[in-house]
């Protein structure tokens, strides 16, 4: 089958609601997209894997960072933790744990502080990152999904089409850009990236990662992961989904693991086809 009828399929299929730890596209109607959009379809990417790293498989991965060789991580579920782990061999270095009323989300570095949001209880917190140490708390409205920034803005998701943007500082929204695919609203994106001018986005109970223009929020490209984790080690394929991105821009290598995934994997992107 080739991808474009399943991501197709995908994009008529999905729920245009978010729901408990959900994130993926959804599209507004079942029309088929105009000759023009037909002809405007972004580029699908595959993947070479260039090594395997092991990772905690009772981690719900939600957001992902790399730092010196050095993941922080946050995860959901209780209890819910943001944590330090060593590439190498997956040893968690540091965690702290979150009080058992808040679901861990999204979480991104910026300027030696992480940054990590709650799912739906309106709450974010700031952190040191060489040590875990809590630094202060804000709010912000609706719920909190996928965590990044471009150097001068964190760029949110929270389930609906739109990335909104905050001041690092006072964590303000200053603006919202609609992600769209062939003309279509894209909801429920999950962990996002930075990644040389575009946001990198999972897509919720899928294998695919969606690349973003932010100022347009135009799709610009599609990367298929399908088979990354063997079907034999996702005990539950509903819940145990690809999620977290990780990119080192200094040496140019590019992560990705799940949700209580045993693996992450460093990759190389193939194609375009």
């Avoid at 109607?29 to 498989?57: C, L």
């Avoid at 799912?119 to 140490?133: C, E, I, P, Q």
Wanted: proline residues 7%; without cysteine.
């Amino acid at each position: 089958m080739r991808l474009w009828p399943v991501l197709t399929v995908l994009l008529l299929a999905l729920p245009a609601s978010a729901v408990a730890q959900a994130s993926g596209p959804a599209a507004p109607s079942s029309a088929a997209p105009s000759s023009a959009a037909r002809a405007a379809r972004p580029p699908v990417y595959g993947y070479e894997v260039v090594r395997t790293f092991p990772h905690d498989p009772t981690a719900f991965t939600q957001g992902l960072v790399i730092r010196d060789s050095v993941l922080l991580e946050s995860t959901g579920r209780a209890p819910s933790s943001v944590r330090r782990v060593r590439l190498e061999d997956g040893v968690v270095l540091q965690k702290h744990e979150l009080a058992p009323e808040y679901f861990g989300e999204g979480l991104t570095e910026i300027d030696g502080r992480i940054v990590t949001l709650t799912w739906n209880n309106g709450v974010g917190f700031v952190w040191k990152a060489d040590d875990l140490s809590p630094v202060s708390r804000f709010t912000y409205e609706g719920e909190g999904w996928g965590l990044t920034h471009d150097g001068t803005r964190l760029i949110l998701s929270d389930g609906s089409a739109s990335l909104r943007f905050l001041d690092p500082e006072t964590f303000a929204e200053t603006g919202r850009v609609a992600v769209t695919l062939n003309g279509r609203p894209v909801r429920q994106l999950n962990e996002l990236e930075w990644i040389d001018g575009e946001v990198w986005a999972n897509v919720w109970q899928t294998d695919y990662i969606v690349r973003i223009d932010p100022t347009s929020g135009h799709v610009v490209g599609v990367i298929d992961l399908k088979g990354l984790l063997p079907a034999d080690q996702v005990k539950d394929p509903a819940d145990d989904v690809l999620n977290g991105i990780a990119w080192d821009a200094a040496n140019r290598r590019l992560f990705v693991t799940g949700k209580n995934w045993p693996s992450l994997f460093e990759i190389r992107l193939t194609g375009p086809r």
